[in-house]
């Protein structure tokens, strides 16, 4: 059943906005890959350009966005092909649910009929068949009454429904890459937690490839085989989820994980100092260097790749922690 | 004043009451609007003491009956006010949602394009073509239609750029839906209130144009009984007959003010914001 070659595989993606007659770079060098039934995490603060990877996958991003490097979907490169097969591959090979619910359906429309447009679109399906499958998706992401719920407006559901109808949407093509820009965000905690574990058990079901973008290291924990740190549109550090969490590489990680809250109530919960640096006022070498509780000179000078630090481990820092760094 | 409820209504029993005049006109006019009779020329309206009842709105220079002709000058109104609003509605409206759709160039061409055609006075235009094609039934709607489509360009474009942005239209990319498909679907639906609300007042605008251009001679020929042109023989024996002007414009103030209070009314109740903007 493996299949040598990834499902898709990210070379050297950036993603840069013009803006006010410039240039500003919120995505660079951004080099990934997943495999099929694989769960990836791609963690970041706001504005670390974790959105902006997800986006630049399907071609998403407003026209002042210029998409550089390669999207290699199925050896495809999505970064190339032209819009009307991007029109083809959305919705039916990668599908996309948002972090807004709520936003993200047509307010004047029925929730029925939304679900059937991507169907509609792609597998060519009568009304009625679209209406069975409908009823079908929705029950499969376990809407109560669902054929009653195809005739409300999505002012009349909750949020948790909501993001379950997206869901439903997403799946009904069969895709085989679910893109979650941070799907639980805006939920609360008890139905951020059902709705992972449906995606959980979906993905178990269909063997869906999910690259789930959150700045919640928990739902990362519990749900990801892989996870990608970004930090200013970079990749700080990826690698399976256990090494990840057991031997951080990078300073920027380790903070993350030691911010994290946990049992012990007593002491003052660890924050990393400072802000992320603006796209415009980024410092010189490592970007994480002015923030970094172990920051050194040579810091300041070397913007650091991705070393190799086990194998399909694999930090950006001159001084990872732990590691020793062959010599290149 | 007025609540919208009261607005809506009021306009839409004025709206309704010229309508059914328009449709039953041949049923309702007491003569042939267009036939002469030279033996009962400029007989006053009916409360005037020298008044018939049998012209209640008295006669023209041509003696023929003024109520009459005003009843078929609606139908005139009404056709080139309704035609001329649904052909700059269909030209501004699409204009518009390619502009805020597409942006770009796309959107500098049409809407500076836009700006550039409202600066134009709408009638200097409408005189300039009538001038050179003649004034018949279908260039005069052509005119109109094409002279105010910007209105619409403008309101669409507007809205088309802040619906454009709506996570909905994103989400609606991201299930492979095509640029036409999510302009068709998505945006179309949600311009909808305001674009009927901008006919109706577009209604108004084009009746009024149509009478101006009536009047100045350069709208239908002169036998046709529309109110412009009722308006203008009038002009002529103002001192002499002043009730055939009059109720020409009467009947203008009427049908207007209708058609206002029910797009005023219309639009007080879709978008409570713009209650009380101008």
Request: hydrophobic share 45%; with cysteine.
């Amino acid at each position: 059943m493996a299949d040598p070659r990834p499902l898709l595989e990210v070379r050297d993606l950036s993603v840069s906005f013009r803006s006010g007659g410039r240039d500003l770079r919120a995505v660079e060098g951004i080099d990934f890959s997943l495999g099929a039934g694989e769960v990836m995490g791609l963690v970041g603060e706001s504005g670390s350009g974790k959105s902006a990877t997800a986006m630049a996958l399907l071609r998403l991003l407003p026209d002042a966005a210029t998409i550089g490097g390669q999207i290699l979907f199925e050896g495809e490169d999505l970064a190339q092909v032209p819009e009307k097969r991007l029109n083809e591959i959305r919705g039916r090979d990668i599908a996309m649910i948002f972090q807004e619910p709520m936003s993200s359906l047509n307010p004047v429309m029925s929730i029925g009929a939304q679900i059937m447009e991507p169907m509609r679109f792609h597998l060519g399906l009568s009304a009625r068949d679209a209406r069975l499958r409908a009823i079908e998706l929705l029950e499969r992401v376990r809407i109560p009454a669902a054929e009653r719920r195809l005739k409300n407006y999505p002012h009349e559901l909750s949020g948790g429904l909501r993001q379950r109808v997206m869901i439903a949407m997403a799946l009904s093509c069969k895709p085989k890459l679910l893109l979650a820009d941070e799907p639980t965000t805006a939920l609360d905690v008890t139905v951020q937690a059902q709705i992972l574990d449906l995606l959980y058990e979906l993905k178990e079901e269909t063997g869906l490839s999910i690259i789930i973008i959150t700045h919640d290291l928990g739902v990362v924990a519990n749900f990801a085989d892989n996870v990608a740190v970004m930090y200013c549109g970079r990749i700080a550090e990826t690698g399976p989820v256990s090494a990840f969490f057991d031997r951080p590489g990078h300073p920027y990680t380790k903070a993350l994980i030691e911010s994290i809250p946990d049992d012990d109530t007593s002491g003052r919960l660890a924050t990393i100092p400072g802000t992320v640096p603006k796209l415009t006022e980024l410092p010189p070498g490592c970007r994480f260097a002015p923030r970094c509780a172990h920051s050194r000179p040579a810091c300041s000078d070397i913007l650091a790749d991705l070393y190799q630090l086990e194998p399909d481990h694999r930090a950006a820092c001159i001084m990872p922690f732990d590691y020793r760094i062959p010599d290149q | 004043m007025f609540t919208p409820t009261v607005k809506i209504v009021l306009g839409a029993i004025v709206v309704a009451i010229f309508v059914l005049v328009a449709i039953f006109a041949p049923a309702l006019a007491p003569y042939d609007p267009l036939k002469q009779d030279l033996f009962s020329r400029l007989v006053p309206p009916v409360w005037d003491a020298r008044g018939s009842v049998s012209h209640i709105l008295g006669t023209d220079g041509y003696g023929r009956d003024v109520f009459s002709r005003l009843i078929y000058g609606s139908r005139v109104s009404i056709l080139v006010g309704v035609s001329s609003m649904l052909l700059s509605c269909l030209i501004g409206t699409l204009l518009g949602m390619m502009a805020g759709y597409n942006g770009g160039r796309t959107e500098q061409l049409i809407m500076r394009f836009a700006d550039a055609h409202l600066a134009f006075p709408e009638i200097l235009l409408a005189i300039l073509v009538v001038a050179v094609l003649g004034g018949s039934l279908i260039n005069i709607v052509i005119i109109l239609g094409v002279s105010s489509w910007m209105v619409y360009a403008r309101v669409v474009y507007g809205l088309t750029l802040s619906l454009k942005e709506r996570p909905f239209i994103e989400a609606g990319r991201s299930h492979g839906a095509s640029a036409s498909y999510l302009i068709r679907r998505h945006i179309f639906p949600h311009l909808l209130p305001m674009i009927v609300v901008v006919s109706t007042l577009q209604v108004a605008q084009m009746i009024l144009t149509e009478t101006a251009l009536s009047f100045l001679g350069l709208g239908l020929p002169p036998p046709t009984p529309s109110w412009g042109n009722v308006l203008a023989e009038g002009r002529d024996r103002l001192f002499v007959a002043p009730w055939v002007a009059n109720s020409a414009g009467v009947a203008i103030i009427l049908m207007v003010w209708g058609v206002n209070t029910l797009g005023n009314g219309l639009r007080e109740r879709l978008d409570p914001k713009a209650a009380g903007r101008g």
